[in-house]
């Protein structure tokens, strides 16, 4: 279990040299891969969200696809489809891009809810259904999806069934100026990571980009359940709950 511990802390560690000043961005997306479920994040453009996410999929030895969302596309297009094969005179089943362990959803909010409707069923039930017949999804899988708050012009809102789905709502914001120098010097030099701050040097550490296998994130998975939780905090879960179903049956002192 410590191996697993380490191995993540240091996907963690590494996602922050690359991703400055999105420490708690970087936190929230492996927390939800650990929790086996999926992120919506929400920021400007230019505040490396895609990159975040890519960064993550880097580090996993696993299939990543990326959707560029768009208000031509339709569900097949994600879903995949069935296609006539005229050498065998008979229709085949075509993933798309949806059948892999990671998948981003790429400013998601540019298609219509009929194109977004095609995700809910694979973040539901990790299954897709065409043409009658049911095909499962990997058991590592993935939907990060991003989007700009800011021009809302020929976007389209989440409907509420498909956030639902989203276990992490992530809103991110503008680095501070320290921050923003770091990433000038990031920029400037991929291959090396800056140590301290304002006129000190640049280091080459020579770290190398951490790798785990899927079945290493499944093991961990399996590690967080086995995390002990006590009865009043399964309590103030469930009053949480409660709270946000029948807020007039809430008593505020």
């Not at 492996?30 to 479920?37: K, V, Y």
């Not at 005179?89 to 075509?94: A, I, W």
């Not at 991929?190 to 994130?217: H, L």
Request: aromatic content about 6%.
């Amino acid at each position: 279990m410590s191996e697993i511990r380490n191995k993540i802390l240091q996907l963690l560690n590494y996602m922050n040299t690359k991703i400055i000043g999105q420490e708690d961005l970087n936190k929230k997306l492996i927390t939800t891969l650990l929790a086996d479920g999926h992120a919506l994040v929400e920021g400007a453009p230019g505040l490396a969200k895609t990159k975040a996410i890519k960064t993550l999929s880097s580090m996993i030895s696993a299939k990543y696809n990326r959707i560029q969302f768009t208000p031509d596309l339709l569900p097949s297009d994600i879903t995949g489809s069935d296609i006539y094969v005229a050498d065998k005179g008979e229709f085949e089943f075509r993933s798309g891009p949806v059948f892999a362990n990671l998948v981003l959803a790429d400013e998601i909010n540019r298609a219509p809810a009929k194109v977004q409707s095609a995700l809910l069923e694979a973040m539901a039930e990790r299954q897709v259904s065409v043409g009658g017949k049911r095909y499962a999804l990997p058991e590592l899988f993935m939907v990060m999806a991003t989007q700009n708050p800011i021009e809302h012009e020929g976007t389209y809102n989440l409907p509420e069934a498909q956030l639902d789905r989203f276990l992490m709502h992530i809103k991110i914001d503008q680095p501070d100026r320290e921050t923003e120098r770091k990433i000038l010097r990031l920029v400037r030099n991929e291959n090396k990571i800056a140590c301290g701050t304002d006129t000190e040097c640049w280091e080459d550490k020579g770290q190398k980009e951490p790798k785990i296998m899927i079945k290493d994130v499944i093991e961990a998975r399996s590690s967080v359940y086995d995390v002990h939780m006590s009865e009043a905090i399964e309590e103030y879960l469930v009053q949480l709950i409660m709270a946000t179903r029948h807020p007039e049956n809430m008593i505020l002192n």
